[in-house]
């Protein structure tokens, strides 16, 4: 999205989102074993949810900033 990228800044996007990822993945295992448990709040459920759909949308944005601006 900006104009021009480092090495370094690049390094650090591609960090951020393999982070974002693991946390997601993190997220995604403990919801499918609270849904299994009929015991736990479905309140909390969807509060992970929503923190999901928060990870995925910031990997999204961090993406588009690898991607090169181009004059059409």
Known sequence: MSASLSEEEIKQIKASI????????????????LVRDPSFEELHIKRLKKRKLQLKDQMA????????DFLA
């Open 61 to 68: 944005r961090l993406e588009n900033d690898l991607i090169p």
């Open 18 to 33: 393999v982070e974002l990822e693991l946390e997601h993945r993190d997220l995604n295992q403990l919801i499918e074993q």
